[in-house]
T-cell receptor
Framework: NAGVMQNPRHLVRRRGQEARLRCSPM?????VYWYRQLPEEGLKFMVY????????ESGMPKERFSAEFPKEGPSILRIQQVVRGDSAAYFC?????????????FGSGTRLTVV | AQTVTQSQPEMSVQEAETVTLSCTYD???????LFWYKQPPSRQMILVIR??????QNATENRFSVNFQKAAKSFSLKISDSQLGDAAMYFC?????????????FGTGTRLQVTL
């Protein structure tokens, strides 16, 4: 049973380009969360999605950032017109149910470097 | 809003010794979950231990145990018989206990070094 799969592992983009980060949740998980980790900091919540719905995007910057979790396929975090400050590790996590012990399973992250 | 504070940016422990990592949090909720995650250099976030706030008994997972003080809003992690593989960043995290899944709020982390 594969865990949460994120790709690419590393992504380099020039300023102004678009970055697309993919996350395939664990089999059977329908809840996906995206977090961002700046160097030497903890993870900061960005967005929570269920299939085809954004449930909570309170941590998502209002501009340039968007996320989706289509009926088929992985969840995508999209960053348009990247800037140096977007350089960070982006983690995806998934969970199965609405509550329970709710300990998410994390992917290995995508390290985005903007040059 | 909930906040999680880890006041020890770095800690060091000798192999086979015991170390305690501190975590405090602020919330107005009465039911919630608390977690400790480990992040080794590989960046993978690994769940170490979790605690439900309504349970008075402290959680234990092999060499890892917590001291949960609900009134003091304190949730420390004790690592016994430390091993070289325990070296990592450790993050304390909080999650509301609600009818729908909700986000984790993380502390800023404690870097643990294990020496011979």
């Amino acid at each position: 049973n594969a865990g949460v799969m994120q790709n690419p592992r590393h992504l380099v983009r020039r300023r102004g380009q678009e970055a697309r980060l993919r996350c395939s949740p664990m089999k059977g998980h329908s809840h996906v969360y995206w977090y961002r980790q700046l160097p030497e900091e903890g993870l900061k919540f960005m967005v929570y999605l269920q299939k085809e719905n954004i449930i909570d995007e309170s941590g998502m910057p209002k501009e340039r950032f968007s996320a989706e979790f289509p009926k088929e396929g992985p969840s995508i975090l999209r960053i348009q017109q990247v800037v140096r400050g977007d350089s960070a590790a982006y983690f995806c996590a998934s969970s199965q149910d609405l509550q329970g012990m709710g300990a998410y399973t994390f992917g290995s992250g995508t390290r985005l470097t903007v040059v | 809003a909930q906040t999680v504070t880890q006041s020890q940016p770095e800690m060091s422990v000798q192999e086979a010794e015991t170390v305690t990592l501190s975590c405090t949090y602020d919330t107005s909720e009465s039911d919630y979950y608390l977690f400790w995650y480990k992040q080794p250099p590989s960046r993978q976030m690994i769940l170490v231990i979790r605690q439900e706030a309504y349970k008075q008994q402290n959680a234990t997972e092999n060499r890892f145990s917590v001291n949960f003080q609900k009134a003091a809003k304190s949730f420390s992690l004790k690592i016994s018989d430390s091993q070289l593989g325990d070296a990592a960043m450790y993050f304390c995290a909080y999650r509301r206990y609600v009818g729908t899944a909700s986000k984790l709020t993380f502390g800023t982390g404690t870097r643990l070094q294990v020496t011979l």
